[in-house]
């Protein structure tokens, strides 16, 4: 079943929580996520989400939330989208796509449980 999920990334790489969805399209708010990110601001290092149907973009609701966590927590955050396509990361204001050998150890947890195909010679 493909569903958005959510990943909170801390230091060194580490999964710190996750969240996720029974859509495909769209991860609602949630108050315990917020709640998580609040709680583990300190140690975030990344926010990541999937979309399991594409596209591999932000989508205008991506934009709007990272922009309210950031004014929220008052730090600029890294940010990353996983999707069948491959992986973005909005860093330092910058969106750049990640080469496959590049990801990180988590995208293909994060493609696990959102539903997507591994990607040719992950299988």
């Known amino acids: 079943m493909a569903r958005e999920v959510f990943f909170l990334i801390g230091r060194g790489g580490a999964l710190i929580w996750s969240d996720a969805s029974t859509s495909p399209s769209a991860l609602p708010d949630s108050r315990r996520r917020w709640e998580a990110i609040w709680e583990n601001r300190a140690e975030l290092e990344e926010l990541a989400h999937s979309h399991p149907n594409g596209p591999l973009a ?4 991506d934009e709007t939330t ?8 008052g730090q600029e955050l890294c ?3 996983v ?12 969106t750049s796509r990640i080469d496959s ?3 990180p150890w988590w995208t293909a947890l994060l493609r696990l ?4 195909n591994p990607k040719p010679g992950e299988e």
């Open 58 to 61: 932000f989508s205008s609701e």
């Open 66 to 73: 990272m922009q309210a966590l950031e004014g929220a927590l």
């Open 79 to 81: 940010f990353s989208v």
């Open 83 to 94: 999707s069948p396509e491959g992986m973005i990361r909005r860093e330092d204001g910058a």
């Open 101 to 103: 050998e590049n990801e």
């Open 113 to 116: 449980a959102s539903g997507i």
